[in-house]
Each structure stands twice: as structure tokens, then as C-alpha cells.
């Protein structure tokens, strides 16, 4: 069958019976660590699909485990430092076991410099893999375990979309759905488009189906995960708002998100589509990245300053109490004092609910990573600080807007530090927590807010 733009569906898994037997009978298990996004998060949640059907059975930490997997991140510089951190720390228990199998994967590991590099570094390492291929997994642990190849195999480019791919979801009343992959943006500074590839959207009767059977399964709420969710494009021609139409109307979930929003593509139908559907949350995350036009121009980020705060005036006619969430890269190469100062502005003029900030990262092959004008680490630090030190402050003012108010939160588990006490979120996306029962987990609850500090609100139940 053909895709909209051009890809096919891919059916691949491929059950390798020899494999599975061995693994059933050593009784071996498994353990993935997971770096980055929400879209490694379930691609790790697939990766562990993958290892459950061919016989490994999941365990909580590294030290219990026959097999473990990083699933790695190159976004910023420093999220890949702590993966040749953590793979380096394993040397030892590699040495002591050698049927310890360990497995790289992901956008890290896309890279083929960064593969490479880490099949010199750490020559203990058994399979490394990238983004286009994961897959295969199964394919190269039997090549390992029953050929004793050590594998190093990266695809340059992704095949299609994969439907058939197992998924052990994380629990809870919360699953990811996957909508499209890759992006077409290239922004200046962001490595994603090279390691995730180009643009390709999922069948729409497909996620239709998906999220079917989540619903079928009970789940309540589903985020559906793309790079830029507003590009959405299914075949016969189906746009992101007619998308979130079809999935409102032809499925029983009760709550829909999605991440995420390039504000140069968000529509007036995909607002008016979230104002008319009460399943939409009224949350969304649209990150501007910096709030000077000549810095947004050499991001390529395709919109001006007065343009995201239109959208936002748009957003807020539409729909008064909508949660909004964004990122800011601080220290982009050229970004002057006044530029800096444009990006205050804008988060006080905005006021967003939270915001996730970065100091900007040189990412090789970019066309930031050649552009002049670096800021010193130093001058980037003290900007970070003050940009987060103003965002703290709008956070916690509109978290306490919320004191006093009755909020309608699902719950989604115990709470870390009490196991008296739930969490769940408001439709906002905010984190409650309040006395319950974790027999609550997976329903509706009122509560009622009675303090709210920067990262959670707290409560009672009404
Ligand atoms: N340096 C710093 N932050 C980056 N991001 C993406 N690439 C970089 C980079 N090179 C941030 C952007 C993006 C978020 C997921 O990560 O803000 O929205
Ligand atoms: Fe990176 Fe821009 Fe694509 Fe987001 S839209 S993944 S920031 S290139």
C-alpha cells in the first residue's frame, strides 16, 4: 500500500525461533535506559515490545540484567556525554560477564561518527544500532547470540513506516500514540531532521485503530508524538486538525494531547478544532525558541515575534484557560544583550505556564554549528539564569491562580513520597497530588486545589 509522501508500509518482525528458545531457557532478562524526548520514550516502550516477544522478560535496574539497552539522545551535547558516561561505567561488569549483552540505539547512534566512536571507544559494546533500523533488533541479538557477530548496523535512511512493531507499554492510563516521524524543518540549530530523517505520516485509519484498541484496553488518554504534529499530512490529504476530528469522533478516548506545535504551521482550524472538541485538552506546547526576529531568522524558525504573539492571542480568544508550555534556547550564536532582552519580554508579555530552557548546543553538521558569534559559556549560563529565575516566578503566579479552584485530574499513579497520597493531571497537564487510593488510578477525579506551588498543585478529593 502507498503512503501519503511516498512511504510504505513495512510489516517486519520476524520471529527467530532458535533465538527465542535460547533466550526461554537461560530465562535471560532485560533492562532499557532511555535518554531524551517523549518520542525515545516510546520508542523505547517498542524496543522493550521487541524483547518481550522474542522471550526476555523486563527487570528494573542494570544490575539484574542479561541484556541492557540505552536508547540514546544527541539533541544537546551533553545528554550524549552522559551516554558514553554510563556505557564506559559498564566496562567492568562486561569483563566479569561476558554474556552480558549490551545494545546502543537511537539518535546518538544515528550519527555515524558518533557509532563509529563508540565502537572504538568502548569495543565491549555487542550490537549498536540507529534510528531506521531498530526494528531489526531482534535480528541482530540472534546474529549475536547464535553467530557471535559483534554488530555495528545504521541505516543512512529510513525505510517507511513500521506498523507491525510489538509495544510493552509503561502502564498507567496514559499511552503514546506515534503520528508521523521525522522533520522537514531544519532548523538552524537542532540535529533531529539528520538523525530521524524526512517527514512520514502514519495512515490515519491506523491510529484510528490504535487508539481503538487503547481504549479497548483502558486507556484514557493518549499523547500523540510528532516532531512537528501540525505538518501532519495522511493519506488523502488528511491535515492534523481533520486528524484530531477523526480520532474525537470514530474513538471513545477521553482525553487527547499532542507534542509538538511549530507554531509556523499551527492553523486556524487546528484552534478552532481544539475550542470544539471538549476531549482536546485545552494545553499547548509551542515552543518559540527565542524571542527576537533577527535570532528566530538565522534559527530558520519561518515566523516573527509579532506573529507567535498573534497565535497566542489566538489561542487565548479561542480558549481563555489553555495551558501554554514552550522551550527557549538562550546563547544562539550572534544572540546579542538586546536579543536576550527580546526573549524576557516575550515570556513576561506571554506569561507561559512553564517553559522547558536550554543553553544552546553546538551540534556538528548543522548550519548553526557554522555560524560566528558564539557566546562564552559563562555569558550563556548567566542568561539561562536569569531567564529561568523570571519564568519560575510567572510559574508559580499561575500555578496559584489555581488555589481554591476545582480541578478534573486523572490519575495516574502513587505518589513517590507517599504512598498515601495519587497524582494525576489536570487538563492543563499540571500534577496534582492528594490523599487517595491507588485503587483511583485510571479514573476521573474532581479535586480540589488547596495550595499550589512551582511543579505541583496539591489537594483534596471532592
Ligand atoms: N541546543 C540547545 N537546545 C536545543 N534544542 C534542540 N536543539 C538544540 C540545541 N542544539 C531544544 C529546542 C527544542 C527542544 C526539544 O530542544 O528548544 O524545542
Ligand atoms: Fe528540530 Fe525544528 Fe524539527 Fe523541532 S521543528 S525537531 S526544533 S528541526
Redesign the pocket.
Known sequence: MQYARHYTIINTMKINEKLTALIKEKGLNYHIVTYG?QMNDHESEKLGGILEQVGYVPVNTIAEADLILFNTCC??DNAEQKVYGNVGALKKRKEENPDLLLVVSGCMTQQAQAANKLAQTFPFVDIILGTHNQYELAELIAERLLDGKTILNVLPEATGVHEDIPVKRQGGPLAFVNIMYGCNNFCS????PYVRGRERSRLPQHIIQEITELVQNGYKEVMLLGQNVNSYHGEGSVSFPQLLQMICEQTKISRIRFM?SHPKDLSDELIAAMAAHPQICKHIHL?V?AGSDSVLYTMNRGYTRGQYLLLIEKLRMAMPDIVITT???VGFPGETVHDFEETLSLIREVRFDSA?T??????SG?K?AKMEGEIPPEEQRDRIVHLIDIQNAITEEKNKAYEGKDECVLVESTSTRDKNHICGRTEGGKMVNFAGDEGLIGSFKTVHISQAKRTTLFGELR
Open positions: 524526548c539533541v544537546r540549530y537542532c540535529i533531529v509538538t515552543p525558541q522551550d527557549i534556547i522547558f536550554f543553553v544552546y548546543s553546538k551540534r548543522t548553526a
